[in-house]
């Protein structure tokens, strides 16, 4: 999604009032439960929220400068600052170490990644198809990617061919050193 993102594919910036602010809070808690602790750490009541509407209907949400989530139609998706900072509080999946160059690279991942040894994916029931998930690596401290799932994590085990993540956000891609500066 943001492999070829710059300065250019902005259209408009404009702050955010505080009442779209609650929303946004009460939104991002709804999908991801775990954050309900932490929200008004990672948005406090006196930040300088920013939207950025870009092309192909990208929304990127600033708080004080750093970009810390984005929205693609109705979903909001953290970036991987956001997601460095409260790593526990969403759904994840690891990949072997021999995936982590092609990941890094921005290459969606295939099924056989997330299912050898060294990666690990989640216990019954899992996720289900569509869900954003963060990409963890194995022996790495940081999460590499977020993505959303081409099938069911149970589908992935079973079928354990194709692709397995689509890929939408990476460490080193445009959005990861995006800055308004």
Same mark, same amino acid.
């Given at each position: 999604?943001?492999?070829?993102?710059?300065?250019?594919?902005?259209? $408009? %910036?404009?702050?955010?009032?505080? $009442?779209?602010?609650? @929303?946004?809070?009460?939104?991002?808690?709804?999908?991801?439960?775990?954050?309900?602790?932490?929200? #008004?750490?990672?948005?406090?009541?006196?930040? /300088?929220?920013?939207? !950025?509407?870009?092309? #192909?209907?990208?929304?990127?949400? @600033?708080? #004080?400068?750093?970009?810390?989530?984005?929205?693609?139609?109705?979903?909001?998706? &953290?970036?991987? %600052?956001?997601?460095?900072?409260?790593?526990?509080?969403? &759904?994840?999946?690891?990949?072997?170490?021999?995936? =982590?160059?092609?990941? !890094?690279?921005?290459?969606?991942?295939?099924?056989?990644?997330? @299912?050898?040894?060294?990666?690990?994916?989640?216990?019954? &029931?899992?996720?289900?198809?569509?869900?954003?998930?963060? !990409?963890?690596?194995?022996?790495? #401290?940081?999460?590499?990617?977020?993505?959303?799932?081409?099938? $069911? @994590?149970?589908? =992935?085990?079973?079928?354990?061919?194709?692709?397995?993540?689509?890929?939408? /956000? /990476?460490?080193?891609?445009?959005?990861?050193?995006?800055?308004?500066?």
């Amino acid at each position: 999604m943001f492999k070829k993102f710059s300065k250019e594919d902005i259209h $408009s %910036r404009s702050k955010v009032k505080s $009442s779209i602010q609650r @929303t946004l809070k009460s939104k991002l808690v709804a999908q991801y439960p775990a954050l309900e602790p932490v929200i #008004d750490e990672l948005i406090p009541k006196k930040s /300088h929220i920013e939207l !950025i509407k870009c092309e #192909d209907k990208i929304q990127l949400y @600033t708080v #004080d400068g750093e970009v810390l989530f984005f929205q693609k139609f109705d979903e909001l998706i &953290p970036s991987l %600052r956001l997601v460095h900072k409260f790593p526990q509080a969403y &759904p994840t999946v690891q990949v072997d170490r021999g995936a =982590i160059k092609f990941v !890094i690279s921005g290459a969606n991942i295939m099924c056989p990644g997330l @299912t050898s040894a060294g990666a690990k994916l989640p216990d019954a &029931p899992g996720y289900e198809k569509d869900s954003i998930v963060i !990409i963890n690596a194995e022996n790495k #401290d940081h999460a590499l990617a977020i993505g959303k799932l081409l099938m $069911s @994590t149970e589908n =992935i085990k079973s079928i354990n061919k194709g692709h397995g993540v689509e890929l939408i /956000h /990476h460490l080193g891609d445009p959005l990861w050193s995006f800055n308004l500066d």
